[in-house]
Structure formats: C-alpha cells, structure tokens
C-alpha cells in the first residue's frame, strides 16, 4: 500500500509546485501543508517497473484548504487507483491552520476555475463500508 502513497504524493508534489508550495516556499515563509485526510482505493495492481502517471482534479477551495482527487493511471491507460483528499494550510509557527498566501491562492484558485464545471468523479464522496449480499 505505501508504494501507490508514494505515487499519489508524487503527484501531488507536481502540483504544489504549479501552485508554488516548494521546498523553498515552506523554508521562507514558514508556511507547509498538511493532510488531513487521505483515501485510495486500489483497482487494479501495479507491478515493479510500470510507468504511471497522476490527474489532479481540484473539488472544493477555501482561502485555507482544498478538496481534491487523482488518479493513478498505467502508462496503457488504464486507472490502478483513486485518492482523494483533504489538504490544510499551515503557519508552522503554530502550526495552525492559516490562509494561503494571495499569490499562491491565486494559482490555486485559477485551476479551479478551469476545472469547477468538469464531472464531479463517481468515486468522491462515497462512504466507506463492507459490502453484504
């Protein structure tokens, strides 16, 4: 299970940067993310070797946090698994939940705008449980 948690935070770590949440920005500003909640669901395995890559697909925003969720797709096309998640904004000299900064709240903000109107995916939201006969 870690190896697909690395793949999706991979993912993720290519998008921070977009939004301009770096190792850099993190050691200036004092400033981090936090998970507060993580889910995967496996649909398919993946071997050692294979070539993937993630979307990412902004849910929800606020001036502190996003909703989000991705997929883990094989290099032939087919979907290995989904995540979506909760991520908070952190002033580390707390840490407390803090608002994003307006220049990285705006790059935040403009993928949601290009993506509010994209199908909101069958998998997001769902509860969790054990399915009966």
Known sequence: ??????????????????????????????????????????????HLGDKTRT?????????????????????DGWVSATGEGICLHIDRSGPRVAPFPPDIFARIEALYTAQKDMPRPDHVDQLMRVRRK
Do not use: N, P, W
């Not at 909640?37 to 496996?42: A, Q, T």
């Not at 909703?67 to 094989?74: A, D, G, K, R, V």
């Open 55 to 75: 979307s990412f697909q902004l849910l929800e925003i606020t001036e502190k946090s996003f909703h989000y969720c991705m997929e883990l797709i094989h290099e």
């Open 1 to 46: 299970m870690a190896y697909y948690s690395v793949l999706f935070d991979h993912g993720c770590d290519a998008m921070f940067d977009e939004f301009g949440i770096t190792r850099d920005y993190v050691k200036k500003r004092q400033m981090t993310t936090y998970a507060a909640e993580f889910r995967i669901r496996y649909l398919r395995e993946l």
